[in-house]
């Protein structure tokens, strides 16, 4: 059975940091890459942050860069993103999503049920 279960989420102030996991299970995990979005209330999902398990390389949206870091422990099957210096805008609930590549073509296969993070001002 496919498994892929975020955790981390909370609430913190602005400046503050959170870190989440996001943990899978029932699937190869080092043929994936793990994708991290994020859906604020009234607005799309939008991709925040993706790592390719076979090759480590990573990609961050314009509004985290510097501030988002991504990281995978391919022993434990789980990726963090760890999120620093935390903005109210960043609220929203946080999905993990795998996919064959980072790339925009490679459509999710698996998905997580989010964990909300919430940034008070």
């Known amino acids: 059975e496919v498994q892929v279960v975020e955790s981390g989420g909370g609430l913190v102030q602005a400046g503050g940091s959170l870190r989440l996991s996001c943990a899978a299970s029932?699937?190869?995990?080092?043929?994936?890459?793990i994708h991290w979005f994020r859906q604020a209330p009234g607005k799309e999902r939008e991709g925040v942050s993706c790592i390719s398990n076979s090759d480590g390389s990573t990609y961050y949206t314009d509004s985290v860069k510097g501030r988002f870091t991504i990281s995978s422990d391919n022993a434990k099957n789980t990726v963090h993103l760890q999120m620093n210096s935390l903005k109210p805008e960043d609220t929203a609930v946080y999905y993990c999503g795998a996919a064959r590549g980072c790339r925009p073509r490679y459509g999710m296969d698996y998905w997580g049920k989010g964990t909300l993070v919430t940034v008070s001002s």
């Open positions: 029932g699937f190869t995990f080092d043929d994936y890459a």
